[in-house]
């Protein structure tokens, strides 16, 4: 089960930081800079659905269903992606890789809490983070050279038989962890409805449109109807209180999407920056990325290894402290003459502060669940962690967009992208404040949620 979890997540994480490396040349290739904030953002917020759907049917049925049907549509999205003949087909190939990809996280947080005791889900959660490392060392630097030689379909179309592959390998054990224990008392039937996570997609769509919408009425108009179609929903979805960033749980899991919000909407244009701002590269591009990626994975183990000592609090502010200080040194790297050496110093700081906030919110959010409620508990993060990204990313297209027609330079417009990542980095230790004291320093001293036995 690890090891097919572990290599699933490789093979997304290399489909992710190739679209990283490659996009501007698909850009320049295919047109449409208008929607290269949509190749992000639409990903993320079919992410949103694929994660509430896993979450319930996992409840429901067991893991093994949804990660399947999970690989599928991953699939599906690699295969229209790589034959994509526009920018807008390709958009609707990474909706479907996003559909497939949020099941993943919401699977693999289950089987995590039903099959593992309290003290090894620090060490779980950093072998998770250690999947980015293969994909950080190679893939953007492979996924430079096989779009040079072969085009940037390659990179798509040749990730279908690798996750096929993984899927085989995890999928016999998520079919014996079977069906969850009987639940004490039936979950509340309105919590974590398909049609509130399609809502929640729709009105983020129409907002971030609304962001892009140059024409004052349109954007109006736009703006309204997605804040009257989402926010109600997104309501129902996620903890009460979590949009007033209320103690416990619900902090946990607005914490987490500000700290995808703030990484990701900066994380999607630091390549854009490096290429057609400062004119280097895809291979500089593609080092700036696997930095991070490197990063990340050691402050992940940083973060297990301190998790008996210090509170997830204290980790995650830490972890935001070096995030701010990377988006800050980016924005820096746009100004005339910097060395090459400070986007590379500070996108690797910012890893290194995802690396030792990210884990910690997962097993805050372990710690506060019940048993029964893993898989409700698990996509609430997710839920948070893909919206955060897809707001960030997109925010940052509106950003672009409105430089473009202002007529504004590229760095202005990514220049302001930074600079929106960066207040959400600032609201994420505003809310730090709240997050749980009982959380990863103390977690080991909890009971397991299931007993290890339990999973042959």
């Not at 572990?6 to 449409?32: N, Y």
């Not at 060392?137 to 940037?152: D, K, M, R, Y």
Request: glycine share 12%.
């Amino acid at each position: 089960m690890t090891t097919g979890l572990v290599l699933t997540i490789t093979f997304i994480a290399a489909e992710a930081l190739a679209v990283l490396t490659i996009m501007p040349q698909v850009e320049r290739d295919l047109g449409g800079l208008s929607l290269y904030g949509w190749v992000f953002s639409s990903f993320m917020l079919a992410s949103l659905v694929g994660t509430v759907a896993a979450g319930r049917e996992a409840d429901r049925a067991g893991p093994a269903r949804p990660y399947v049907a999970g690989l599928l549509l991953f699939g599906a999205g690699l295969l229209v992606a790589g034959l994509a003949p526009s920018m807008s087909v390709l958009v609707v190939g990474r909706c479907l890789q996003g559909l497939g990809a949020g099941a993943v996280p919401a699977v693999a947080y289950v089987a995590i809490g039903r099959s593992m005791p309290a003290p090894l889900r620090p060490r779980m959660m950093a072998v998770l983070s250690t999947a980015w490392v293969i994909p950080g060392l190679i893939g953007p630097v492979l996924s430079a050279e096989v779009a040079s030689a072969a085009g940037w379909r390659v990179v798509f179309l040749g990730l279908i038989p690798l996750v096929a592959l993984a899927g085989g390998l995890a999928l016999p054990s998520l079919v014996r962890m079977g069906r969850p224990a009987p639940l004490a008392a039936a979950p509340d039937a309105t919590e974590h409805r398909l049609s509130d996570a399609l809502r929640t997609a729709l009105g983020g769509a129409l907002v971030l449109q609304a962001l892009a919408t140059s024409d004052a009425a349109p954007a109006v108009a736009l703006g309204l109807a997605g804040l009257a179609i989402g926010v109600p929903a997104l309501r129902r979805l996620l903890p009460a209180g979590t949009l007033s960033a209320r103690g416990g749980l619900p902090a946990t899991i607005l914490s987490r999407g500000l700290l995808t919000f703030a990484f990701f909407g900066a994380d999607a244009y630091v390549t854009l920056a490096l290429t057609t701002a400062l004119h280097h590269s895809t291979r500089a591009a593609s080092v700036l990325i696997t930095l991070p990626t490197l990063t990340w994975t050691l402050g992940s183990w940083v973060q297990a290894r301190l998790s008996r000592h210090q509170e997830g609090r204290a980790l995650v502010r830490a972890g935001l402290v070096f995030l701010l200080a990377g988006i800050a040194g980016m924005a820096v790297s746009l100004v005339p003459r910097v060395p090459l050496a400070v986007p590379f110093v500070a996108w690797s700081a910012a890893g290194l502060g995802m690396g030792l906030a990210y884990a910690p919110t997962s097993l805050l959010m372990l710690h506060e669940a019940t048993a029964d409620r893993t898989g409700w508990a698990s996509a609430s993060l997710n839920l948070s962690d893909v919206l955060g990204t897809a707001l960030g990313t997109g925010l940052g297209g509106a950003a672009l967009v409105l430089a473009s027609n202002q007529g504004w330079s590229i760095s202005t417009g990514i220049t302001v992208a930074f600079a929106i990542a960066g207040v959400g980095g600032i609201a994420g230790l505003a809310v730090s404040g709240r997050l749980p004291l009982q959380g990863v320093g103390r977690a080991v001293k909890r009971e397991p949620l299931a007993e290890p036995a339990a999973v042959p």
